[in-house]
């Protein structure tokens, strides 16, 4: 499918929308922000029992978790770190496409077809780290 011939833009875009497997991992990515969210919650109702955490974003959540000392900086930190990412990858892509957002946290400029596979790479990587960070939320 992919011959390693240049692509961007718009034409980019429509490969990664056509890619059941970039598809499916921006699905687990979502799946796994929510399990993330999840037990940021329980362990805000815990540790701080108010019902504020109930139906706030990933990014609120680890504002009130830090606000609560419920997690050390580190995990804080690493938490700030996947929201963005998360972000990123979830609200910007078509945006950085068409060139309304700069170019920071994944490449637009330089792009082979065959960089979908990076980005099913990116996907992964961050589906992975989210549900890492949601069992270290669930320890904790």
Known sequence: MY????????????LLFESPEFCAELGQVTLASGQLEAELIRLLKRKSPT???????????????????????????????????RNYLAHNIYSLFIELIEETRLERSNLLDSDVHTYIERAWQLKENLIHLAEVVRDA
């Open 51 to 85: 019902k504020a955490a109930e139906g706030q974003p990933l990014g609120k959540l680890i504002q009130l978790a830090e606000k609560h000392q419920a997690l050390d900086s580190n995990v804080i930190s690493c938490l700030n770190e996947l929201c963005k990412q």
């Open 3 to 14: 011959e390693g011939r240049p692509s961007g833009g718009v034409e980019f875009y429509r």
